[in-house]
């Protein structure tokens, strides 16, 4: 079965980088468009950032500059490299697998269960 497993949060302070992966299996992720969403309590989860098996990307407007979404060459692992990360970053980040690069939960096929990213001022 799909499984998508998350890794790489933690506590970093503002300005500061962190690296989220998912490591994929159960499916042919290379063929799959693959996304990273985020979630703060009391409010919905938000689209961060798509990329689609031509590897071409989407994003959150607030993130872009400083999030970079990649995946490795057999699509196995999907990366987030966060730079520039802020307060208002802090979240729980979920990988998906998804049916297009629309950064909406209706695009979703399946979901991680989350890594907390928290950054502090």
């Known amino acids: 079965q799909v499984q998508l497993v998350e890794s790489g949060g933690g506590s970093v302070h503002a300005g500061g980088s962190l690296e989220l992966s998912c490591a994929a299996s159960?499916?042919?992720?290379?063929?799959?468009?693959m996304a990273w969403f985020r979630q703060v309590p009391g409010k919905e989860r938000e689209g961060v950032a798509a990329?689609?098996?031509?590897?071409?990307?989407s994003y959150l407007e607030s993130v872009k500059g400083r999030f970079v979404i990649s995946k490795d060459s057999a699509g196995n692992t999907l990366y987030l490299r966060m730079n520039s990360l802020k307060p208002e970053d802090t979240a729980m980040y979920y990988c998906?697998?998804?049916?297009?690069?629309?950064?909406?939960?209706?695009?979703?096929?399946?979901w991680g269960q989350g890594t907390q990213v928290t950054v502090t001022s």
């Open positions: 990329i689609d098996s031509d590897l071409s990307t």
């Open positions: 998906a697998q998804m049916k297009n690069r629309q950064l909406t939960v209706t695009s979703v096929v399946s």
């Open positions: 159960g499916f042919t992720s290379g063929t799959y468009c």
